[in-house]
């Protein structure tokens, strides 16, 4: 007999923080790829934010701006923390247990969190 696939409800699960960690590192990846770039390449490799002068044009510097540079600069913070966190564990033995893998993802999310709140102090 041939066993039926399971149903699994995948809101009902609880997932560890380690697990959520890692999947948000990805997601932030992803960020960093669709967002983060093509926003600094259009800010800074580009003359769109610069005047005839040179100087920095405050009229574009607009609520879309202040957001893309937000979600980027979140993006990176916490893809950076995380991945320093995956390097800790990969090339040492901390992280391996279940404790250690769970304060590190809290510290990760901590960090990132203080932070933003001093990079989005400057962007807004």
């Known amino acids: 007999m041939t066993r039926r696939p399971t149903f699994i409800n995948l809101f009902l699960i609880k997932l560890p923080i380690s697990a959520i960690s890692s999947i948000s590192h990805r997601l932030s990846g992803i960020a960093i ?10 800010l ?20 879309e701006v202040k957001l893309l540079l937000s979600v980027s600069l979140i993006a990176l ?24 893998a769970r304060l590190s993802a809290i510290i990760t999310f901590v960090l990132t969190f203080i932070i933003s709140i001093f990079l989005l102090m400057e962007v807004w």
């Open 44 to 63: 800074f490799l580009t003359d769109y934010m610069a005047t005839n002068q040179g100087e920095w044009d405050l009229d574009k510097y607009n609520f």
């Open 77 to 100: 913070t916490y893809h950076t923390l995380a991945g320093l966190r995956h390097m800790l564990i990969d090339f040492s033995s901390y992280g391996h247990e279940l404790e250690q």
């Open 33 to 42: 790829f669709f967002i983060a770039l093509p926003t600094f390449i259009l």
